[in-house]
């Protein structure tokens, strides 16, 4: 159980392109779903994160009108990087928690974004 | 601010044990978990403490003090596919989690 999915698993792009990235909880609602940004042999930053139905809490430096982040249901949440530059290319990973017993976060298997 | 203090990298040989640690700094502490992450993949739920003491698992172990802000994850019987990055993230006060930078575990034959 437990199970998140991304797509897609990677995508290339040209700069000044949009690119819209899916995250799914397949076989649990998803109260809380978090977007993190993973450069290479970094850890983990947090980008921000969406309760479904209501706008996502970006974290500070993170540009809201850049990273776009809809939670329109308690199983999808999508990320779309706006007007794309290869500054942007990096790992990206969704995560889900279900609201119940422990705030164990569920993790996406990342999308990889290149952007030329 | 917030803190989480672990090693960048560390080496051990195969079917030995290695102890990873993890020292925070956090408003707040609600648990602390440890993650692996292969290169390339998503980090994997390994472990979450919240009471102080010994979580034992079968060959990974991990021990939590929180009045000294310090944990660590015991790796036994070390086996080449043990070779990953291990995550130290703490849950604050605002549920949030604050990662450390992660080890990176090389195990050498």
């Known amino acids: 159980g437990a199970v998140v999915s991304q797509h897609p698993s990677w995508v290339i792009c040209k700069s000044g392109t949009s690119v819209k990235i899916e995250c799914r909880s397949l076989d649990f609602q998803a109260t809380t779903m978090f977007w993190y940004r993973q450069f290479p042999k970094q850890s983990l930053m947090l980008m921000a994160t969406?309760?479904?139905?209501?706008?996502?809490?970006?974290e500070q430096g993170v540009e809201k009108d850049k990273f776009l982040i809809n939670h329109a249901s308690l199983t999808l949440s999508t990320l779309t990087v706006t007007s794309a530059h290869p500054e942007d290319s990096s790992f990206y990973i969704c995560s889900a928690r279900d609201g119940t017993g422990v705030y164990e976060q569920y993790f996406g298997p990342g999308t990889r974004l290149t952007v030329t | 601010g917030q803190n989480i203090d672990q090693p960048t990298e560390m080496t051990a040989t195969e079917g030995a044990i290695v102890q990873i640690n993890c020292t925070y700094q956090?408003?707040?502490?609600?648990?602390l978990f440890w993650y692996q992450q292969h290169a390339g993949e998503a980090p994997t739920f390994l472990s979450y403490n919240v009471l102080d003491g010994l979580e034992e698992k079968g060959r990974f172990s991990s021990f939590l003090s929180r009045s000294k802000g310090y944990s660590y994850l015991l790796l036994k019987e070390l086996q080449m596919k043990d070779s990953a990055s291990y995550l130290c993230a703490v849950m604050d006060s605002n549920y949030q989690l604050i990662w450390g930078a992660g080890t990176k575990l090389i195990i050498k034959p």
């Open positions: 969406s309760n479904e139905g209501s706008k996502a809490t970006y």
């Open positions: 956090t408003s707040g502490f609600n648990g």
